[in-house]
């Protein structure tokens, strides 16, 4: 691998070593090894869990070739010192360097992600760091319930209350227990019937609010991921009708996952049972309607990863943590989607996401 | 460009739009489209600066080779309908997909970083940008001066300062800003002197203190980068004189940037001046000492990006922003980096980062 491990999870499954530039990692023989810049090398020696960090500036002095493509050179010296002739990299592989050594002479073939096997299966350590992450999102989530309403918006200590300033507080709040949300979402009304929409402005009383929460735990690196669709207020009938089927696909999709289930056959049933409560999925005016996203994805280092639960061939293994979040979407009615974590074990799995699930919150 | 913007600079720079997971991006016949997913294509139509957003699931329908390869199939026919038999990519495309397009009988070129050369060129509107980030950063500056010494350690309100509750405080200053910062260095004593870590425990008066602050706008999506080096107390002599010895080479290094400088002629010119004042680099017991790494990278979307003053050749352009900060690190007398960016101009070059330069916090 050649990457940068605060931006490639695999370098840093491999390392547990943060640098923010590329770096060099080679794995023959049984013997992980490190080639880094003169910047990293100390911190590397000291943290990297690797057997053996090497200096990419000895290198470069036996190689002294010059020229814009020296750095490629070096590698190739290294990879010749070591005696690799093919080597087997991740599919993210900068095309660059693939082009550069396989000019070279090195034989490359790409593993498909996971480029790890065992990356996909969690140990009770990376559980609980994900667990850990999880809590953080619980205890940002209480805030609308004080506010108030009044003409048909929220208000709290005076204030209108916006999905900016409701983000804002879930934000702080998480980096109080050491993590870092992005792209949080909030979203109220139309907003909340595009999936990604992150939400803008007032939010109003009597309307389905999306919460997507997915923080980054500084210290583990693991993410944690909860949706949750929530009205302050009073949700009317149709929209009612609309979170029960979403939840009972949901429930579902939960009692499905166990080792050895096809992700693609869950994904289908939830389908089915939206479209048999007349729930359809399509264009309607040029605008997608209905569920129109994958059931679930892997959560770990990387907030989407292997496996899925989706129109894809995934079959489910044991120690995957993966997300069960079916949605439904339509701007006449509202936008529900309820997202929790479970991890699969033998004959089912475990929810890893325990708060609950009310629509409406007084 | 097969790439999720969140993570690929050069996608969101050529589309202004935000996503988590990849999708395609094609410029031909001066023509920019993208090609979505069901989930993204709603909010890429009304966000994204390209000239058209195509549906990938109409393409699919189409396709329908299925197959576990059936992602790159979709993307051949697609660059099929638009008559594209070569193609160039950035050096980041992976190898997986390159290998694939090929395979089919498309041919690709690399381009090497920047994959955009107007990328490298900051407007003034991204300078702004750049500099609100930084404004970020000077506010959340301040925090040692209300610090007291009490037997060689700092306290405030009652609790020992250390490198954890400082970065803590920066960090939420910089969210109430708009701003997520990751990694910021907090580093004391011999942390210090390992210019990436981010330091940890308590700080102690009378000793370097490294800050490495580099928030990215939530908003812009801009960075901005600043180092300072600062003791809370006393100054010893031999630290005194390094600092005033860095802050040398630093003032020397921005009074050379300029239109057509050669980047690695100002790190070499300040090496050879930390060099004559008796400061030399290299490894002693083991470690590395001296100044060991770049003088200076370009800042933008990316905290590291073209252009370099380094040991690599690059020729300054007017309009490129980029820091300018040598460092020297000696475990005996201590580690001091100072930091500014500055935006390139026909004869010099602009100060973005006007915080103050003082060893010494009372």
Redesign the interface.
């Known amino acids: 691998m050649i990457a940068s491990s ?2 490639d999870s695999n370098m840093y499954y491999a390392t547990r070593f ?4 590329p770096f060099i990692y080679l794995k023959t023989g049984g013997r992980s090894c490190l080639l880094m ?7 590397a020696r000291s943290q990297a869990k690797v057997d053996a960090v090497l200096s990419y500036s000895e290198y470069e002095q036996k190689t002294k070739r010059g020229g ?1 493509s020296e750095f490629m050179d070096v590698v190739y010296d290294f990879l010749q010192e070591k005696g690799v002739r093919e080597a087997t ?1 991740p ?9 550069a050594l396989r000019a070279r002479g090195i034989a ?1 073939s ?1 593993k ?1 992600e996971p480029f790890f096997d065992e990356r996909v299966i969690k140990s009770k350590e990376e559980v609980d760091a994900i667990c850990k992450a999880q809590s953080a999102v619980d205890a940002a989530m209480d805030l609308l319930r004080n506010a108030e309403i009044r003409e048909g918006f929220l208000y709290l200590n005076g204030s209108v209350v916006t999905s900016e300033s409701i983000r ?1 507080v879930l ?2 709040h998480l ?2 227990k050491g993590c ?1 949300a ?2 949080t979402i909030v979203a109220c009304g139309s907003d909340a019937c ?4 992150e939400g803008y402005g007032p939010l109003r009383a009597d309307e389905p609010i999306i919460f997507d929460v997915f923080p980054k735990s ?1 210290e583990s690196r693991y993410y944690a991921d909860m949706s949750r669709t929530v009205v302050k207020g009073k949700a009317s009938d149709s929209l009612k009708r609309l979170y029960d089927t979403v939840l009972e696909g949901q429930l579902l999709g939960i009692s499905r996952v166990k080792n050895g289930a096809h992700g693609k056959e869950i994904h289908e049933e939830i389908m089915a049972l939206f479209d048999s409560h007349g729930y359809k999925t399509g264009q309607v005016g040029g ?2 309607q209905g569920f ?2 994958g059931t679930g994805h892997g959560v770990g280092l990387d ?2 990863e292997p496996p899925r639960i989706s129109k894809s ?1 995934w079959i489910l293994q044991k120690g995957e943590v993966v997300t069960v979040e079916p949605g439904l979407y339509y701007p006449d009615i509202g936008a529900v989607r309820i997202e929790d974590m479970v991890w699969v074990n033998e004959n089912g799995c475990t929810n890893l996401t325990t708060y609950n699930k009310i629509l409406e919150i007084k």
């Open positions: 605060e931006t943060l640098a923010p530039d810049s003169d910047l990293e090398i100390d911190r814009p990299v599919a993210s592989f900068p095309l660059a360097y693939g082009d490359l790409v498909r804002r934000h702080l980096m109080e870092v992005q792209h595009d999936p990604h929409n500084s605008r997608m129109f996203h907030i989407h061939d």
